[in-house]
Structures are given as C-alpha cells and as structure tokens.
C-alpha cells in the first residue's frame, strides 16, 4: 500500500514552542503532500514535495523528504493557538499519481 | 490554484433516502475525484470522476451505491444512494489541473448525517 502514517497520532505543545509531525511510507513515491484540517472541514493544501526535493519550505513550515527511509517530516515553527488542527500526508506512485492518505496527526496548541 | 465548492455543505437524511452532492471548480481540471472521511478517520478515496465516461471506482465502492457523473471538466455530482447510518460521513471532492504534477485541491466537504 501506498498510504502514508503519521506520527504521533496526536501532538499537544504550548503556542510559541515547534512542532514536528513525521509520515512513513512503503513503497516509492512520486509526490508526497501535506495537508492540514480544521474540525472535520475540507482539507487545505501545505506543501508538495517531489520524489527529487528534500526540503522545502513555506512561511513557518519545513517539509523535509528522505527517500532512502521512505519518511518525511512537517515542521511548524513557533506555532499558534490556529495551527490546532489535524495534519495528513498524501503520497501517489506505483505508477498511480491519486494521493491516499495517513491517519493523520491531531495538533492542539494551547495559547 | 482551483478553488472548489460544494453543495450542501451540511445534510441530515432518512434512512432510505438518497442525497447528491455537487461539486464545482473554478477552472478547467484534468482530474476530479470523491473522497469519503468517516468520523475520526482518514480519508478514502471513492472514485475519479471521468468526464464523458463512467467514473473508476476503488475497492469496495460501486457504482449502484454511489453514482457519479461528470458531465463537464469544471464540474461532478457525488449520489449517495439509499442510505443507512453508516454512510454518515463527510464526503470530499478535489481535483488537479495536470495528474502527476500539480497540487491536489479539496473542497469544504459535505458533512452528511443518516438517521
């Protein structure tokens, strides 16, 4: 299975301190997509990363990519009591380019 | 990026009954597909939606229980058909410009309750 699974499962930091979400995978990947949730509403897009990036960032977020350990991690800077919300990795490959998704991780920051 | 929308945003249904789902996109899109979100869980992918030819359902998921159409490239309807409580969901549209290559967008999703 292509799915990715995030870990932990459910993260609870105090605002202003990091939080680092991390997402494993099985097989090769061609994208790998973040993506955050708020209350069980659509989701919105973070980042992508290609198979071929490592890192890549976009205001307060750092996604990194390890191919060779079939992992990626988001980083979210100095977070914010509006950061609370659920966070899911994407992948497509095997010759498929349709995400499927982890489990996701629960992120609550308490102001 | 494409900004999408869906109606309704919200349902409580019958057993029995059946409930369509639309989804619109802002722009021209290659892909459309339907995602269901049970409670707590991630996120299943039900079919892409095929424009001018019948939708590729995954795993699990049929045509009968949920028709699909997509008569146009900026446009889909989701039926949940015949309904039971364990159909209550949120069900999602998304769609990219250029598979394999561009962003995955979603819509708000449609929260839908069976009673």
């Known amino acids: 299975s292509q799915q990715g699974e995030e870990d932990p499962q459910a993260l609870s930091i105090q605002e202003g301190e990091n939080a680092t979400m991390n997402c494993s995978y099985k097989t090769s990947i061609n994208n790998l997509q973040w993506y955050r949730q708020n209350s069980g509403r659509g989701l919105v897009h973070l980042i992508l990363?290609?198979?071929?990036?490592r890192e890549k960032h976009s205001g307060r977020l750092r996604v990194t990519l390890d191919t060779s350990k079939k992992s990626s991690s988001l980083l979210i800077t100095a977070s914010r009591a509006a950061d609370t919300a659920s966070y899911f990795c994407?992948?497509?490959?095997?010759?498929?380019?349709?995400?499927?998704f982890g489990r996701g991780t629960s992120l609550i920051v308490h102001p | 990026s494409a900004v999408i929308s869906q109606k309704p945003s919200r349902d409580i249904c019958q057993r029995g009954t059946s409930l369509t789902i639309q989804c619109q996109v802002d722009s021209q899109v290659t892909m459309m597909f339907w995602y269901r979100q049970q409670p707590g869980q991630s996120l299943t992918l039900i079919a892409t939606?095929?424009?001018?030819?019948?939708?590729?359902?995954e795993s699990g998921f049929v045509i009968d229980k949920f028709p699909i159409s997509r008569p146009n490239l900026t446009f889909s309807t989701l039926t949940v058909s015949n309904m039971s409580p364990e159909d209550s969901s949120i069900y999602l549209c998304?769609?990219?410009?250029?598979?394999?290559?561009?962003?995955?967008?979603f819509g708000p999703g449609t929260r839908l309750t069976v009673l």
């Open positions: 939606a095929n424009q001018g030819s019948e939708a590729t359902y």
């Open positions: 998304s769609a990219n410009r250029d598979s394999g290559t561009d962003t995955q967008y």
């Open positions: 990363i290609r198979s071929n990036e």
């Open positions: 994407a992948t497509d490959g095997g010759g498929s380019y349709i995400p499927t």
